[in-house]
T-cell receptor, first 106, second 115 residues
Framework: GQNIDQPTEMTATEGAIVQINCTYQ??????LFWYQQHAGEAPTFLSYNVLDGLEEKGRFSSFLSRSKGYSYLLLKELQMKDSASYLCAVRGKLIFGQGTELSVKP | GAVVSQHPSWVICKSGTSVKIECRSL??????MFWYRQFPKQSLMLMAT?????????EQGVEKDKFLINHASLTLSTLTVTSAHPEDSSFYIC???????????FGPGTRLTVT
């Protein structure tokens, strides 16, 4: 089976850096996604990691360690608009973690 | 980029009636589409995988006779919630798989309210 864990909620300050962790257990790993979802909207794609290491894309970076079943999403220079739920998802079929609700305070 | 649409965006129906939700890939062909359900404050739960021209594969615990999925063409999949009950009220989201491993495009979602 598959199990994905991530913190339920996090709070950070505007301009700061926040790291959202995700651990997973899966029988058939074929990549890990991070999505951003604002309330009432569909998820939007942020990143995809299939190999170990760090992928950087602007203010967002994503890291993967397959041997540890671990990933994190790093958000730099936080803006108020970054307040959203961040979903970690593991591919075979796309199975989502419960999501991390990030609140950015001024 | 690839666009996936859903119709309707929201629907209110009475208990016992059936509701059909359409998912369309507008500018690409999608052999595989996925249907998710999301309750408030919860993550997306995969309901079923829909493959064009074949029967859908349902996740454990999802009633295939209640949630009918049809993927009749490469651009259209439909989810019909039969004999809807208030507990079926949820946000239903579809996604369509693209050509490469990381491509999965989400529709805007359909909010279903059963009264």
């Amino acid at each position: 089976g598959q199990n994905i864990d991530q913190p339920t909620e996090m709070t950070a300050t505007e301009g700061a850096i926040v790291q959202i962790n995700c651990t997973y257990q899966t029988s058939g790993f074929n990549g890990l996604f991070w999505y951003q979802q604002h309330a009432g909207e569909a998820p939007t794609f942020l990143s995809y990691n299939v190999l170990d290491g760090l992928e950087e894309k602007g203010r967002f970076s994503s890291f993967l360690s397959r041997s540890k079943g671990y990933s994190y999403l790093l958000l730099k220079e936080l803006q108020m608009k970054d307040s959203a739920s961040y979903l970690c998802a593991v591919r075979g079929k796309l199975i989502f973690g419960q999501g991390t609700e990030l609140s950015v305070k001024p | 980029g690839a666009v996936v649409s859903q119709h309707p965006s929201w629907v209110i129906c009475k208990s016992g009636t059936s509701v059909k939700i359409e998912c369309r890939s507008l500018d690409f062909q999608a052999t595989t589409m996925f249907w998710y359900r999301q309750f408030p404050k919860q993550s997306l739960m995969l309901m079923a995988t829909s493959n064009e021209g074949s029967k859908a594969t349902y996740e454990q615990g999802v009633e295939k006779d209640k949630f009918l999925i049809n993927h009749a063409s490469l651009t259209l999949s439909t989810l019909t919630v039969t004999s809807a009950h208030p507990e079926d009220s949820s946000f239903y989201i579809c996604s369509a798989a693209g050509q490469t491993a990381y491509e999965q495009y989400f529709g805007p979602g359909t909010r279903l309210t059963v009264t």
